[in-house]
């Protein structure tokens, strides 16, 4: 078991990391969208002069118009984020294979059930233990226990 086998767990992590970031960006500009497309938030208003005769303006007019230039330049963004999230997902899946390779190959059930939660399911340690107390029913799992097991299974496979 190499290093660079354990590295694959982290990788993993970082990756899924990034597409719920990029999930979370694509949300925000969609909502965006929606309030250009239903509300106020979409109209662009001024107050103009129609002219001037000698020094004198004519008059004012309110001019009114949906802020187009905005509206396409956030829909650009939605179409790249959705694209470069789709790479993600793809390059995120070939990970996901991969770790959960590694974590089978571990010898230890129970570990392989807290990396399992921890990498895979992207628990915190205190909803690793909770799972674990659930899993194994008497036993009694803290965060401290579960990180402690995996720190040391993983600093003596370094």
Not at 55 to 81: C, H, M, W
Request: aromatic share 8%.
């Amino acid at each position: 078991m190499g290093k660079e086998n354990i590295n694959i767990l982290t990788q993993y992590a970082d990756a899924a990391a990034r597409v719920k970031y990029l999930r979370k960006e694509i949300s925000k500009l969609e909502d965006k969208i929606f309030k250009l497309e239903t509300t106020d938030l979409g109209i662009a208003s001024d107050v103009v002069t129609k002219g001037k005769r000698g020094g004198r303006p004519l008059g004012t007019v309110k001019i009114t118009g949906f802020r187009q230039q905005e509206y396409d330049r956030a829909s650009k963004n939605l179409i790249e984020r959705k694209l470069l999230l789709k790479h993600r997902e793809d390059g995120l899946l070939e990970l996901m294979n991969q770790a959960e390779e590694f974590i089978e190959g571990i010898g230890d059930i129970e570990l392989r059930n807290i990396c399992s939660l921890y990498y895979i399911e992207d628990m915190t340690w205190a909803l690793v233990a909770f799972n674990m107390n659930e899993i194994y029913k008497g036993r009694n799992y803290t965060s401290d226990s579960c990180r402690m097991k995996h720190d040391r299974y993983f600093i003596k496979n370094l």
